[in-house]
């Protein structure tokens, strides 16, 4: 068989999903004639190997790519199967996610932290692997991500004395007065129990309402903090927007988030990639388990700008229509390909990794030795390691491939 093939994804319902046609996973999973209840949200789209959604071969009656990859090994590459073995398909997973509202207060364990959780927890946490990400928007997207300098933190601190008190004040003033570890500030407010905190968190919504916090720094924050209180009301993630940085990101923009750092996506659409793995340790802004004690635990703690939690991409000096997301770890790599109207044969990059290739706009045929096919939004490629695959005919096609990036120290 042939070692280029198309894929067919993992569809994702989860509540905060963009509903319908209003959600890019739904358009690209419509195009694969997959049918779209207006209704109904789609959240997420998985292109991989992991068990909770395995990306499946239409063209083999439907047999998943993590079977099809047992049985073909070699099909990995040598950036795979050096790093990570060649039993245990794709070292990365790709998704695209559809955001309505916000998503948990989060974080993605380490590889020992995961380890640990797997084996005490398998139900909550469902493998041993970490899971170090990274989202390039699609559209203009918003998130929390990493937590801020510490001397905002401290400014809403003396804005807000009512979150000085909820903290505790010798706990507030320590930090305060020698800009100290935040792990005890933001530890003593994530685990207060609900009766103490959810009448201040009233009283902080009130004077956001009547406009009596009107400070600069508060301000930056009072549409967003009265947006997530209407969504998620009495939650003590809320708070959250006090202590971690809010970014915007425009189509193309990306950020990267390691192991421990805390995140969460609040709107828009993005492509993700990812190591596989779904490990989740969530705190607030969620229906779903709250661990609140291993996430306040595991936090890295490091404060940076917003500016400092984007992550920029580099141009392929060998090909000026290639923008490419190198984050620092093996697991993988993006490469988002702009193609306007041309008729001239594109060669995809030969990388010895096995890849995946979606289209998110346009329309082009492809060729594989003397395999001809045509694609189009949704269309997703497997691409084995060493394959040499050209676009022709494209017609205003943007298109990101995932792979291993086994060049990664």
Not at 8 to 34: C, D, M
Not at 167 to 182: Q, R, W, Y
Not at 226 to 255: M, R, S, V, W
Request: glycine share 6%; aromatic share 10%.
């Amino acid at each position: 068989m042939s070692y280029v093939f198309k894929l067919r994804p993992s569809i994702k319902n989860y509540e905060w999903g963009k509903l319908g046609l209003q959600s890019t996973v739904a358009l690209l999973s419509k195009s694969e004639g997959f049918q779209v209840d207006e209704k109904s949200p789609y959240a997420e789209l998985w292109i991989g190997t992991h068990s909770s959604g395995p990306a499946v071969i239409p063209s083999l009656e439907d047999t998943k790519l993590i079977d099809w990859i047992s049985t073909h090994p070699d099909s990995l590459g040598k950036n795979i199967s050096n790093s990570f073995g060649n039993t245990s398909g794709l070292p990365f997973l790709f998704k695209v996610l559809s955001i309505r509202k916000p998503l948990s207060i989060q974080a993605h364990p380490d590889k020992e932290t995961a380890k640990v959780l797997f084996e005490k927890f398998p139900g909550n946490y469902p493998d041993d692997n970490h899971k170090p990400e990274m989202a390039i928007a699609l559209t203009e997207f918003e998130a929390l991500c990493g937590f801020r300098p510490k001397s905002e933190i401290e400014s809403f601190l003396r804005e807000i004395p009512l979150l000085k008190e909820l903290v505790g004040t010798k706990t507030a003033e320590d930090f305060m007065h020698n800009l100290s570890d935040l792990k005890p500030l933001f530890t003593a407010l994530m685990t207060l129990p609900q009766n103490k905190f959810q009448p201040i968190l009233s009283q902080i919504v009130e004077g956001f309402k009547e406009d009596h916090l009107n400070q600069e720094l508060c301000q930056s924050v009072r549409e967003l903090f009265l947006k997530t209180h209407t969504q998620y009301p009495g939650d003590i993630g809320c708070f959250c927007l006090f202590f971690l940085n809010y970014l915007k990101l425009e189509p193309g923009d990306a950020i990267f988030l390691a192991a421990n750092e805390p995140h969460a996506y609040l709107s828009g659409d993005c492509v993700e990639c990812m190591a596989t793995s779904d490990n989740v340790v969530r705190a607030g802004l969620t229906p779903k388990l709250r661990d609140v004690t291993t996430l306040c635990d595991i936090l890295t703690y490091n404060c940076r700008t917003s500016e400092e939690n984007k992550f920029q991409p580099v141009a392929d000096p060998n090909d000026p229509f290639c923008r490419i997301y190198d984050p620092p770890v093996k697991e993988f790599a993006v490469d988002s390909i702009s193609l306007e109207h041309r008729d001239d044969p594109y060669s995809l990059r030969v990388i010895e990794s096995a890849s995946v290739l979606l289209v998110v706009k346009g329309s082009a045929k492809y060729t594989y030795g003397n395999e001809t096919g045509d694609f189009g939004v949704g269309s997703i490629l497997f691409i084995g390691s060493g394959c040499k695959v050209d676009v022709s005919r494209s017609h205003g096609v943007l298109m990101f491939r995932a792979y291993c990036n086994a060049n990664c120290t």
